[in-house]
């Protein structure tokens, strides 16, 4: 992390779990157990169905809600796709934006991701850019060169300024759900060079100034070695999300001196 610079972003992502109902109780027991949160910010993506319980149910807190996944499009046939209008209206802030998963089992590209960071940006939502490198990627030796490609192709078109409200989070493939993270080395180096990656894009200052997640079984016990890393500005939590306890010591060590 360093605050100096960049906000530190603690964000989990539920995936398909949580009915409204349990959503609703999750948040209120989150709630509880938020007490440190001044140098982070604190953010849940959750299934659409869950968006409007989960934006009362954090109100008055510093939980921001954000979405899984929207479509490019402002409206149309597009049947079981949600548009960025929608999620706004619902007070949505967030969105992730190209997840491993929806890449791997809903084709999800390089440029539909760049259609989406636009027209989130252009609706006031800060997109959270997924990228990372698959397990036979990393043997082969070829991360940065894939998450180069993604980080490029996905910003193809927009600014600096409005690069400065898009969160970029590594996910290396082989480390979502699986137990296995990243050393803290490992994703300190690949953070860092997103950053240079990032500076030849848009110069030093708005580099520096982008938040830059880690994720990929990232849990209560590993969270303060990963963001000890100076290029770590956060993480994107998956399972450790789901419980309480698990997301609010995360948080706890996102805000530690
Ligand atoms: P896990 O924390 O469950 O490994 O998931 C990470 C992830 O995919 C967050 O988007």
């Known amino acids: 992390m360093n605050r100096r610079y960049r906000k530190t972003i603690i964000a989990g992502n539920w995936k398909m779990n949580k009915t409204p109902s349990e959503a609703k109780a999750l948040i209120e027991e989150m709630k509880g157990m938020l007490s440190k949160t001044k140098w982070c910010e604190v953010v ?18 510093k ?12 409206s149309g046939a597009f049947t079981g796709e949600v548009s ?33 960071v636009k027209v989130a940006i252009e609706n006031g939502l800060r997109p959270i850019l997924c990228v990372g490198e698959s397990l036979t990627e990393r043997e082969q030796d070829v991360t940065m060169e894939v998450i180069r490609k993604q980080v490029k192709i996905a910003l193809q078109g927009v ?35 997103i950053r240079d990656c990032l500076r030849e894009m848009y110069g030093a200052r708005a580099a520096r100034a982008i938040t830059i997640q880690y994720g990929g079984s990232m849990n209560a016990k590993n969270a303060a070695e990963l963001l000890a ?3 770590v500005d956060g993480g994107l939590i998956g399972g450790a999300s789901l419980k309480a306890p698990d997301f609010a010591a995360i948080v706890d060590a996102a805000n530690q001196n």
């Open 84 to 116: 960025a209008d929608m999620l706004k209206e619902l007070g949505v802030k967030y969105v992730i934006i190209g997840h491993s998963e929806r890449r791997q089992y809903f084709n999800e590209t390089d440029e539909t991701c760049n259609k989406k």
């Open 159 to 193: 600014t600096v300024d409005e690069a400065k409200k898009v969160v970029i989070a590594y996910e290396p493939i082989w480390a979502i759900g699986t137990g296995k993270t990243a050393t803290s080395e490992q994703a300190g180096e690949v953070c860092a060079k």
């Open 229 to 231: 890393q100076p290029d």
């Open 44 to 61: 849940l993506c959750v299934p659409f169905t869950d968006i409007q319980t989960a934006v009362k149910a954090a109100k008055g807190s």
């Open 63 to 74: 939980i921001a809600i954000g979405a899984e996944n929207m479509h490019f499009e402002k």
